[in-house]
């Protein structure tokens, strides 16, 4: 018989670790286990009263555990004799990664054998009374290391200490912000990664973000290109360092490194992650840390709580994109951030759980990847704004979903869910699609087996993934990043002055001014046009 599953623990892994070799732990959550004593390292002699259809028998055997790796893996042998009834073996390979810092994922599987009067039970039988033991041993495991992560000397023992010394690095100056022009993928960031990890181990002081003069003239869009754009205004270097530092101190994103793999939350849950302008303005400097971090070799991007991004913080617009000028040196924070996130030479893994829109659509749409959860919600509602969709943001849509698809969500605005997002090309994969929920056997159901249900998490199969691709060459992947960025996001014959022209032009509209109005006093916009 074999069989493999998963759980999901609020805890951290070396909280679950530690419970998992803790001999008190284990006889509580194996069921019918009337003792476990140790009698050497990893070996234990154990006393267990088990059922299985109609037999009913206390097995005496040992327990011993093997293959050991901290705090990643182990396997576990069980073998024991229940005299009349037969004989029970099982091997049980139990590996955990750590989802988030306090939130774990055990996955385990189990080849088990009988032989005596239970082999004549048949499989089903057999098959249905291991997967309830799993079960209850889950469930009754679980309550134990839920004790154990409300204890606080365990968890802040649990948190990994790479956090620290990244916020570190971070909390000295402040972010390498890109110009207007930047390219899709820059050759320093991805063609050279080496180089860009030798830099040094603190970040530059900042060059401060660029605002472009075609902002001047927004319902005047000219029929011609414009002259090259110059940089005519910034944003004082101090005041980019305290929002920066402003989002870093308070949270709002927060990073966490473990396995070489670095998750970077955003952090408003109750805003639905709505990105503020200073959270624009730090994640260029987040990301140029973390190409910099060697221990890094994959980034997973990702929100708090229920959300990945409902976009833009719009709130806040009155007060940092209320007018063209305004406007304009907003999505050119917009446009460093999601360039540092398209430039990073490492894989990065967007994982959308709830509602991915507008801005949160831009930021996932500049990962490589998008694991989507079966709750994921997307849309651009720029229409719903009157704000036209950025460039670099719309090419990234029409490269991912084709022209047509792309159209359909802009000027639609409509919200589409994870199998419509599958579909067109929006995300790679959603969680648990395609595995079918197996109906619970006749035993199963006798014996009150709980139905094993579709698993549904993105971040699990987004940070399995992520790992694996953190085996691979770094050169390799930041190469072809390179290239492959460079061709799907070119900007071909497009009309850059005429495109921002025209984005800027529906800035200053009376249009926007009525969507914002309308999204303050939660009713629906009339827009004229103009
Ligand atoms: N900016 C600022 N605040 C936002 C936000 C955003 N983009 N999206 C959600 N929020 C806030 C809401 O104002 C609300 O705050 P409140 O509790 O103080 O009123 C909170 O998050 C929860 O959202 P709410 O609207 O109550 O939840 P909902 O389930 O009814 O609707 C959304 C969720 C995401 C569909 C809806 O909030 C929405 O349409 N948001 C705007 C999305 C958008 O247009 N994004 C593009 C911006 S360019």
């Not at 009263?49 to 037999?55: A, L, Q, T």
């Not at 790479?162 to 402040?174: D, K, N, T």
């Not at 110009?179 to 050279?192: H, R």
């Not at 970040?203 to 472009?212: F, I, M, R, W």
């Amino acid at each position: 018989m074999e069989m493999v599953g998963e759980a999901r623990l609020e805890a951290a892994r070396e909280v679950v670790w530690e419970a998992l070799n803790d001999p008190a732990v284990l006889q509580a959550s194996i069921p019918g286990c009337e003792s476990l004593e140790s009698t050497a390292k990893n070996e234990f002699t154990a006393t267990v009263v088990s059922r299985v259809g109609p037999i009913k028998a206390r097995f005496a055997g040992k327990v011993s555990l093997s293959n050991i790796a901290p705090p990643r893996s182990y396997t576990l042998t069980g073998e024991g004799s229940g005299g009349a009834a037969g004989f029970a073996r099982a091997d049980i390979e139990v590996s955990l990664d750590a989802l988030e810092p306090t939130v774990t994922l055990l996955r385990y599987g189990v080849k088990a054998n009988v032989g005596g009067k239970l082999a004549q039970l048949g499989s089903r039988m057999i098959d249905a009374a291991a997967r309830k033991s799993a079960d209850d041993f889950f469930e009754l495991f679980r309550k134990q290391v839920d004790g154990r992560a409300s204890d606080s000397t365990s968890l802040s023992a649990a948190q990994p200490a790479g956090m620290h010394a990244f916020m570190q690095e971070l909390s000295v100056p402040v972010a390498e912000v890109a110009t207007v022009e930047a390219p899709a993928a820059t050759p320093a960031a991805a063609a050279a990664p080496a180089a860009a990890n030798a830099k040094a181990s603190t970040l530059e002081a900042a060059p401060t973000p660029t605002v472009p003069e075609r902002a001047a003239a927004p319902r005047d869009i000219p029929a011609q290109p414009a002259p090259v754009l110059t940089p005519v205004s910034q944003v004082p270097a101090a005041e980019a360092q305290a929002e920066v530092m402003d989002v870093l101190t308070s949270e709002k994103i927060k990073v966490w490194i473990s396995d070489q793999v670095a998750v970077v939350t955003l952090n408003r849950p109750g805003s639905r992650n709505a990105m503020t302008y200073g959270m624009w303005l730090a994640m260029p400097s987040i990301m140029a840390a973390l190409d910099r971090n060697p221990e890094v070799r994959a980034v997973i991007l990702t929100g708090a709580g229920a959300d990945f991004c409902a976009g833009a913080d719009i709130a806040e617009f009155e007060q940092v994109r209320a007018d063209v000028a305004q406007a304009t040196t907003y999505e050119v924070a917009v446009d460093a951030c999601c360039d540092a996130i398209v430039n990073i030479s490492k894989p990065t893994v967007a994982v959308l759980r709830g509602y991915c829109l507008g801005g949160g659509a831009h930021l996932a749409m500049s990962c490589d990847f998008r694991f989507a959860g079966q709750d994921a919600m997307m849309g651009i509602p720029a229409a719903r704004l009157s704000i036209i969709y950025g460039v670099k943001g719309t090419r990234k849509l029409l490269s991912l979903v084709g022209l047509s698809e792309a159209k359909k969500i802009l000027y639609g605005g409509q919200r589409f869910d994870a199998t419509h997002a599958l579909r067109i090309g929006f995300v790679d994969q959603v969680a648990g699609l395609g595995v079918v929920a197996s109906g619970r056997s006749f035993w199963e159901r006798l014996i009150g087996a709980k139905q094993q249900v579709a698993k549904s998490d993105p971040m699990a199969e987004a940070r399995a993934f992520a790992t694996s691709l953190a085996g691979n060459a770094p050169l390799t992947m930041a190469g072809a990043k390179y290239l492959l960025n460079g061709m799907a996001m070119g900007t071909g014959a497009l009309d850059l002055v005429r495109s921002e022209a025209l984005i800027a032009a529906a800035a200053a509209s009376e249009d926007y001014r009525e969507g914002r109005a309308a999204f303050g006093e939660k009713r629906s916009p009339k827009f004229q046009g103009r």
